[in-house]
């Protein structure tokens, strides 16, 4: 923002600024969006693509929980083949993949 005060005695105020006492007469030339804070405020709130490295990682994320599905399900047949009761061999199987699951961050949806 870009303010003058009509008074030459008294100092500009800047943006950003708050009159704490007494009162000013400026002249506003910018709001919103128009001055530094709003076109900073905009870039945190404003809705952005996926950048490469997520893209990447995503990319990573998705063929390791198919990685995962996919040793599972030869544990449980292997379980099964060996004996083991269903119960047991589908418990060890969930368990393993819930384990081998990657945590994925809020912030890549």
């Avoid at 303010?3 to 910018?30: F, I, L, W, Y």
């Avoid at 990319?59 to 009761?85: A, D, H, N, P, W």
């Amino acid at each position: 923002m870009h303010a003058r005060n009509n008074d030459p005695d008294q100092p500009n105020p800047h943006m950003g600024s708050t009159c704490v006492k007494g009162e000013v007469e400026a002249t506003v030339e910018g709001t919103g969006q128009d001055t530094e804070l709003g076109r900073a405020a905009s870039l945190l709130t404003g809705e952005k693509g996926r950048s490469s490295l997520e893209k990447t990682l995503l990319k990573i994320i998705f063929v390791l929980l198919i990685m995962s599905l996919i040793l599972c399900l030869i544990v449980l047949i292997y379980l099964l083949v060996q004996g083991e009761t269903v119960k047991s061999a589908l418990s060890f199987a969930v368990v393993l993949l819930v384990a081998s699951i990657p945590l994925v961050s809020s912030n890549l949806k």
